[in-house]
């Protein structure tokens, strides 16, 4: 019994010293997240590029605007987000007029469409 209280308390110790050292480094880490949050989520876009530049080739020289689904229900009635679930991205391309739907769940790219973005024709209406 003695024996088991002297590991115990030593063992209690450092499992409390490791754990106040481990909420250190996450209450760092979240300090930084809030000073810098666009920095972030420019980390965030990059390291999505990159996974969907693995599963096809992305335009280049040109960097997308990214979204998250939150509500596949609503899109549903629109062919390109058939598949698509609650946390999928789609990234959207305007210069080059494509549209990537993409799982990071599964790591699967669900749709890829040519997309009409603020196109307007002039008519010449002169008689």
Known sequence: MILLRKLLVPGLLV???????????????????KENPEVNA????????????????????????????????????????????????VLVYSEARKAYLYDPIEKKLLEVAPINIGTSTSLNTNP
């Open 42 to 89: 420019q980390k965030e876009a990059e390291m999505l590029v990159a996974e969907v530049g693995k599963l096809i080739a992305l335009p280049e020289g040109e960097t997308p605007t990214i979204a998250t689904v939150s509500d596949p229900e609503r899109l549903k009635d629109q062919a390109f987000f058939a598949q698509a679930k609650v946390g999928s991205k």
């Open 15 to 33: 499992l409390v010293i490791a754990a106040g050292g481990v909420a250190y480094y996450f209450y760092g880490q979240t300090q930084k997240m």
